[in-house]
């Protein structure tokens, strides 16, 4: 890692963007990558594929794990063939057998990925998936299996990703919001090949482990960031502050730093303070911030950001079902 001091003087835009290509190994993600290295080796060892469920809400991490997985399972060239240990796609959609193979050959490269036989394309798909020595698949997205399919087409789709582990021997990983495991429930021989999941995110900052974690990935943040001095991230006030600003999450906490650093080096200075953080707290989330605001001096009211008009509130069926019922709602 470069000098801090190397960052004085440098262009806001290269610093912004800086901080959108981190990929930091914080703790969790540092745990889920630690379990896809042992299903790897498992699988060597065992000679059978396995699989992990990763729930990722947004604004958890995904693109930051894919991409680290990019970097530990990289491409290669022989003279005889391509080396592709690591693949991913989203799921594609409507999402069927076909569509599932054809997005497979299209991640690896295969000009012939826009086949019509279902069987022909998942035949090939394991075919050159062993050719070209895969032995990770990463399936993002995996919440919009069951939007698009009913429940006996979601355990059709599920009984492919299963023959996938199977025959080809991969860690399948699936990533997507809580609603993925529908995929793994609905399907007995699936929920066998991926016995597991891991969290993503949010932090859980109202435990104090799940602070302390938190504020271990501030830190490390912090130690990053493309500023001439450290700004102290994880310290006092102003960690705490980032933990219910960013509701716990790695995404929220980057936007709200390109903001930061953005006020601050526009100012002419090399480190973040209370006020840059609010001034990009505000500036992101607009309305949603003008009855709260955790970097204000004094602020002490440690609670997630979800009560009605606050940044993180969440309509529940319940309180739609009220909103709707209101009678100037009605009349309007």
Request: hydrophobic residues 40%.
């Amino acid at each position: 890692m470069p000098e801090r001091t190397s960052w004085r003087g440098v262009s806001l835009s290269e610093r912004q963007q800086h901080i959108r290509s981190l990929v930091l190994a914080h703790p969790l993600l540092a745990r889920i990558l630690d379990a896809i290295r042992q299903r790897v080796s498992d699988r060597r060892l065992a000679d059978r594929g396995l699989g992990i469920l990763i729930i990722a809400p947004p604004d958890a991490g995904k693109s930051t794990l894919l991409k680290r997985l990019e970097t530990i399972y990289p491409r290669s060239s022989t003279d005889e063939r391509d080396i592709i240990p690591y693949v991913w796609f989203s799921v594609p959609g409507p999402c069927t057998k076909l569509r599932f193979a054809n997005a497979i050959l299209r991640a690896l490269g295969d000009p012939l990925w826009d086949g019509k036989d279902a069987n022909k394309q998942a035949d090939r798909a394991e075919h050159l998936l062993s050719k070209v020595q895969t032995v990770v698949i990463g399936v993002d997205n995996a919440q919009d299996i069951p939007e698009q399919r009913k429940f006996r087409g979601v355990k059709q789709v599920g009984s492919y990703m299963r023959d996938l582990v199977e025959r080809c021997k991969v860690v399948l990983l699936m990533v997507g919001t809580d609603d993925s495991r529908v995929v793994v429930q609905s399907n007995q021989q699936l929920r066998r090949r991926v016995p597991g999941f891991l969290p993503l995110g949010p932090y859980d900052i109202l435990s104090k482990d799940g602070l302390s974690k938190f504020l271990r990935m501030a830190h490390m943040f912090d130690e990053n960031l493309p500023l001439a001095d450290p700004s102290g991230l994880a310290k006092g006030q102003m960690g705490k502050a980032l933990a219910f600003a960013s509701n716990g999450t790695i995404g929220c906490l980057a936007d709200l730093l390109v903001g930061a650093v953005g006020f601050c080096v526009n100012d002419g200075r090399e480190a973040l303070t209370l006020h840059d953080l609010s001034r990009a707290f505000r500036a992101h989330f607009l309305g949603y911030a003008d009855t709260v605001d955790p970097f204000s001096p004094g602020f002490k009211d440690w609670r997630r950001l979800d009560r009605p008009g606050e940044p993180f509130f969440t309509m529940s069926e319940e309180h739609f079902a009220a909103n709707q019922a209101h009678p100037l709602r009605k009349a309007a």
